[in-house]
């Protein structure tokens, strides 16, 4: 059965202390990886792709990598404002479909 | 214009009502989705629609009911809800529903429906 774990579920980091999040995967067939931001009340914002390992995607002070079990985002000097629930998804040879993994809730102090 | 824009944001319905869900988007995917998302769960896929034709259904009961009426717009008809459908209700689209680089979803704000 396909999975996609994420950890750890929460996160609480002071302003300016870098850490990682990790997405661990066991899918037949993965095609990509997919990096997501959700606020509250709100609906996922795309962040990375990711489809082969060895890859890696930064923007800002977010930096998604990927081996062939799991992917870390990393935070460098995290500011409130990165502060949300960082989930990643999975596509395989069933198209259209994305399989989330639970999130982790980061909260960033200033 | 790379918005997906949801209607209403709020909706409280008793379990004898019938409401829809708008969905819109002018990106020119041709690929729209429905997600459920519990509160602190992640999004659950419902429906997917790949050039207006219904291609992923994931066994969700009838009392919901997707429309896709054109490319741009894309409708959840509810009808005799249960209290335990009370969910935020995301609306997403893509370009292709297959295709390297053309599946990054694009959401909406979602509705957040209570049913009473």
């Known amino acids: 059965e396909d999975q996609v774990t994420q950890s750890p579920e929460a996160l609480r980091l002071q302003e300016g202390e870098s850490s990682s999040l990790n997405c661990s995967y066991t899918?037949?067939?993965?095609?990509?990886l997919f990096w997501y931001r959700q606020d509250p009340g709100k609906g996922p914002e795309f962040l990375f792709t990711?489809?082969?390992a060895g890859e890696e995607k930064e923007k800002e002070r977010l930096k998604a990598t990927l081996t062939k079990k799991e992917s870390f985002l990393h935070i460098t000097a995290p500011k409130p404002e990165d502060s949300a629930t960082y989930l990643c998804?999975?596509?395989?040879?069933?198209?259209?479909?994305?399989?989330f993994g639970a999130g982790t809730q980061v909260v960033v102090t200033p | 214009d790379t918005e997906v824009t949801q209607t209403p944001k709020h909706l409280v319905m008793g379990m004898t009502n019938k409401k829809s869900l708008k969905c819109e988007q002018h990106?020119?995917?041709?690929?729209m989705y429905w997600y459920k998302q519990k509160a602190k769960k992640p999004p659950e896929l419902m429906f997917v629609?790949?050039?207006?034709?219904?291609?992923i259904n994931e066994s969700v009961p009838s009392r919901f009911s997707p429309e896709c009426p054109n490319s741009s717009l894309l409708n959840l008809h509810l009808h005799a809800l249960q209290p335990e459908d009370s969910a935020l209700y995301l609306c997403?689209?893509?370009?292709?529903?297959?295709?390297?680089?053309?599946?990054?979803?694009?959401f909406g704000s979602g509705t957040q429906l209570s049913v009473l």
């Open positions: 997403a689209s893509s370009q292709e529903v297959r295709g390297r680089n053309n599946e990054k979803l694009f």
């Open positions: 899918v037949s067939g993965l095609r990509g």
């Open positions: 990711l489809y082969s």
């Open positions: 998804a999975v596509t395989t040879d069933s198209w259209g479909k994305f399989q």
């Open positions: 990106m020119g995917h041709r690929a």
């Open positions: 629609y790949s050039y207006e034709k219904l291609s």
